[in-house]
């Protein structure tokens, strides 16, 4: 069923094609919506949950609003120490891998502080940053650093940047994924590395228990495949992905995209600009075959109006001027009456072959030149 409502946006990728899954009345309102006594049940209001999937990025997604609480990490019992011994071991080769010992790593939502004292345990020098009073009491008691905001206020008001970021079971809270993930992205230094895990939609949808995995303190709801294109989406890239808690959890870790060099293409074209510079400064009647957009540009950029003319046989193009330096376009038929010392051909792949047997043909005997990609080819 096609969605009528265009005001909702997908919390990743803005898009208005969203489909509706399923809508389930009669949920509870949230997590954390427990009943203090039975005299208070008017405020036990049931939702209803309307879960629905982006056609175009493909996330499972709640349309409801987001819970009072969930700038808050709301986490229920702590740590066994079974599970901190878990924790210890997964992150052990984790920190070795990347070189994190004594490097400054931030955790996004450090609830009472309990991955913090890990971390801290395992000489990595991190801070938390938690939106919630009463954590913030906890994790203080305790000894460890922490900031009290929310990441998206933080990261506009300021720009440290850290070798490691984490963000332990919290994304799937936020209402507005790309801008988070983007917040995400601004905290981590050249090298720096982004570890989120989630909660594993495809786990309880492979059990056919995804209905009451739905909650509206989750808002999102990721597989591998949605996770890795949210980070991909947001100028990350993916290093690896694993399943973790019984597969109950995903994890990926990522790091910067690199963006894109050129540099050796600016220097390269550079130097054909100048060969070809040379070549037509040599002869009086220089002609080019070819008014392609590689061609063009290239006359433009070289600024070649010592040339004669532009021989190109598409006839749409013919009588008219070439950009910027403004040569005329003739045709095959004028080039084989007009006076030329060297001919350059610059067209792409083998379309110069069919110039060098037109050539022959016509029995057109000046000097010619292919140009081919980075060289000038007697
Ligand atoms: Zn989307």
Redesign the pocket.
Known sequence: MQSKNLNFK??????I??NTIIILKGFPRAAQNFISNLNMLNKDEPVTLSVCQ??????IQLRNRPVSYYKNVITAAGLTSAAKKDLKQEWLPIINKYNLTGKKAIEIGSGRGEFLEIMKSLEIDIIGLENSKRNIDLIEKKKLNVIKNDLITFTKENEKKYSLVVCNNFLEHQPNIKQYIASLNSLLNKDGILYISVPNAEYFINKSVFVYELITDHLVYFTEKTLIKALELNGLEVISSIKKNKDNDLVVIAKLAKKVNIDNSINNVDQIIKSLIKKVNKYDDVIIWGAGHRSITLMAMAKLDKIKYVVDSAKFKQNKFTPIIHKKIISPVDFCRTKCDLLIIMLPSNWSDQVVSFLKEHKITCKYLVFEDNILIN
């Open positions: 997908c919390r990743l990728c803005n898009s094609n969203i982006c056609q175009d990025c493909g996330l």
